[in-house]
């Protein structure tokens, strides 16, 4: 879809850059569908073939990840809330779905719907009372919210979800063919799947009349309220819709893991979600996506560098830095924030401005770009 | 009756820890609208080093105790002070950033701890009369309650005559009610900012040291579980309030502590509970301006 520019030789060439734009995507999923079947290697980036187990359950970890880091999105790119407690939605379909699954003995797919209901219950109450205060007093409500959920877990005063332990997947009331370590690959396109349809999902409520008066209440907030509109409703809309879709990926996530851990409610997931989104360009679709990738990929590259022999022969000042996954993610993360605002996709919008200048439109091939570009100028201007 | 009393003044030595994270937070948060997410890990690293200092001067000696309250008070104020220098002032009125910058130095730094000090809890001694405890109305309480609710005490009562008396106190102050008009005035609010870090980092540093003798260890995650109820205390007592942080610090720790014992350990979700209420029916908090 090229933007409406005066017939000239840029405009068709727009046009054609535009079709391929398009193909990409499509073509991208295809290619991941396809990884099972291949006998890819990428020394460096994954621990082995494309198609053994290990490999497969990381990238499907990378990309229930990403479809959680797009849910984000929703919360702090469209309707500029900073939320520290998304996890609580993440671990509540875990947790949530094994304890359906073995308590009422549920099968898979009704227990799924359950689930997804009580996470629109849930999601509409503590919402609507976080909501009532926005910004930074937002960020904390969220959190302490959180945080009960994640004593909840580890408490465990029902004895339903196994304390510090965790929860154990239910396997009876899963079909075959999603348990065992050689039916990875169904569980990896159960997680491609998942992550298309988060992101069809995220773009329809992002490009909805919702999503638009959200990101206008991220903007001014006043204004909107003059227009005659409830910026509340609004915001507890995207916040339920982001919600659910980590519900439904929380749900993955137990399947893919055979099970959930407290560690999927803290607060520490929140932080990492925020580092995923915010390293892959804040407003950006396509850099959460990127985002969540280059996380979860280099945090399982570093915790097997902080193993190497090499690493434990250097000196401690070195030594120590380079063992905790962590520290190294925390500075990148520092780093980015300094020096490169507007993340990886921001990064990219730029270069091609670059690139570009001199033709009329700059840049603007799609209007994917536009929307990306225009929002990651205000977001990044409305901070300034 | 000695149940009640006892619960008492460990709930009040327990709103004396979280006042030293709270109060740093909220004074930061009044003049600079950051949420600090650092501010947990100024209260790490001052319970380390006090650990270290204390232990190599002798943990049970009185000499020792000082030493480590003074050496967790200095870490806290550098490194709060770094922190503003370094990250937080080069990202100047963008707020987000400013939180984001400082999440990212809080997994950081923990992480860091972690592979310094490792990630098991070091246990505390300290002088005898510490561990003892004292007899009040029956209940057995014990001493390092009183010696957390003196220097929570001392440090309001610091906090209120710099703010009240001093020069740059009244900047401070004026920077919390109304920011713009200061820096109309031609005064360099930076050197405020500057300064209610490094007295939010003496806070929590102590908070730190005292901290680890209430609950007889110190690990990395320390100040980061105390920060999550040092952000609860803030909201409740409203942002930006050094007396409503005062209050709410104590209110929030008696509930916890009530609630922990006659309603079967749920003090945390009390807590959560207090703050759902408040916002409700106050959503500035108890002492926040601006209905």
């Known amino acids: ?141 969220t959190l302490a919210f959180a945080q009960a959920g994640s004593v909840l877990v580890r408490r465990d005063p029902g004895r339903v979800t196994g304390g510090e332990e965790g929860l154990r997947l239910p396997t009876e009331q899963v079909p075959d063919a999603l348990v065992g370590v050689a039916d990875t690959r169904n569980l990896y396109w159960l997680a491609l ?88 360009g804040v407003g950006s679709r396509w850099g959460a996506v990127a985002g969540a990738v280059l996380y979860v990929l280099l945090n399982q590259r570093l915790t097997v560098l ?63 770009d536009v929307d990306d570009e225009q929002q990651a100028a205000t977001t990044g201007g409305a901070r300034r | 009756m000695s149940t009640v009393v006892l619960l008492l003044f460990t709930g009040v030595g327990l709103g004396a820890i979280y006042f030293l994270v709270a109060s740093g937070l909220s004074l930061i948060y009044g003049l600079m609208h950051v949420l600090n997410f650092a501010h947990g890990v100024f209260l790490s690293l001052g319970a380390f080093l006090g650990f270290e200092v204390a232990s190599r001067l002798g943990a049970t000696t009185w000499t020792g105790f000082a030493a480590s309250l003074l050496v967790g008070a200095l870490a806290g104020a550098l490194f709060a002070a770094l922190t503003e220098r370094l990250l937080v002032q080069r990202l100047y009125e963008r707020h987000i950033e400013q939180v984001l910058v400082t999440v990212g130095l809080g997994l950081a730094a923990v992480a860091l701890f972690d592979g310094i000090w490792g990630t098991d809890p070091r246990f505390i001694t300290g002088p ?43 900047i401070i102050r004026a920077g919390v009610e109304n920011r713009a008009m200061v820096t109309a005035l031609g005064i360099d609010v930076r050197t405020a900012f500057t300064l209610v870090f490094t007295i939010g980092g003496i806070a929590a540093g102590l908070g730190g040291v005292l901290a680890s003798h209430y609950f007889g260890y110190v690990s990395p995650l320390l100040g980061q579980t105390l920060l999550i109820f040092a952000f609860i205390v803030t909201v409740i007592g409203g942002l930006g309030s050094l007396t409503g942080a005062a209050i709410a610090s104590v209110v929030v720790a008696l509930l916890q502590q009530f609630a922990n014992y006659y309603l079967w350990g749920t003090g945390d979700l009390a807590v959560v509970v207090l703050l759902a209420v408040v916002l409700l029916t106050r959503p500035s908090g108890l002492m926040g301006r601006r209905a």
């Not at chain 1, 000239?8 to 398009?22: D, F, L, M, N, Q």
Request: hydrophobic letters at 60%; charged letters at 10%.
């Open chain 1, 1 to 141: 879809m090229s933007p409406s520019t005066p017939a000239s030789g840029t405009a068709y060439r727009g046009g054609a850059r535009a079709w391929v734009g398009r193909l990409v995507p499509p073509a991208l999923v295809l290619l991941l569908a396809c990884l099972p079947l291949l006998d890819l290697r990428l020394p460096g980036v994954l621990p082995g073939p494309t198609y053994t187990p290990g490999t497969l359950h990381l990238l499907a970890l990378a990309m229930v990840m990403a479809a959680l880091a797009l849910s984000y999105h929703l919360l702090l790119g469209v309707a500029g809330l900073l939320s520290f407690g998304h996890a609580l939605y993440f671990g509540l379909g875990a947790y949530l779905l094994g304890i359906v699954m073995s308590e009422l003995e549920l099968g898979l797919v009704p227990s799924v719907l359950v689930v997804l209901v009580a996470g629109v219950v849930i999601s509409l109450l503590l919402g609507a009372v976080s909501l009532r205060v926005t910004g930074i007093p937002f960020a904390m409500v």
């Open chain 1, 193 to 280: 799947a998942a992550l298309v349809l988060a992101f069809l999902l995220v773009s329809w409520v992002q490009g909805s009349r919702a999503g638009h008066v959200a990101a206008a209440v991220r903007e001014n907030e006043l204004r909107v309220r003059v227009l005659g509109m409830r910026p509340f409703l609004v915001k507890l809309a995207i916040f339920v819709a982001a919600s659910v879709i980590a519900v439904g990926m929380g749900m993955v996530h137990l399947l893919l893991n055979s099970g959930a851990v407290p560690h999927i409610v803290s607060a520490e997931l929140t932080i990492s979600l925020l580092l995923m989104v915010v390293i892959g």
């Open chain 1, 306 to 368: 902080a193993q190497a022999a090499w690493v434990h022969d250097l000196p401690a000042p070195l030594r120590i830095p380079l063992s905790e996954p962590m520290f190294v993610l925390g500075t990148l993360f520092v780093l980015v924030v300094l020096f490169l605002p507007g993340g990886l996709a921001g990064t990219v919008a730029r270069v091609r401005r670059w690139r570009g200048r001199g033709g009329p439109p700059a840049g603007a091939d799609r209007l994917e």
């Open chain 2, 128 to 170: 005898a009369w510490m561990g003892r405890t004292t007899s009040v109305l029956g209940a057995n309480v014990p001493n390092d309650r009183f010696v957390a609710i003196l220097v929570a005490g001392l440090v309001l009562l610091g906090m209120v005559l710099f703010l009240r008396r001093t020069r740059y106190g009244m």
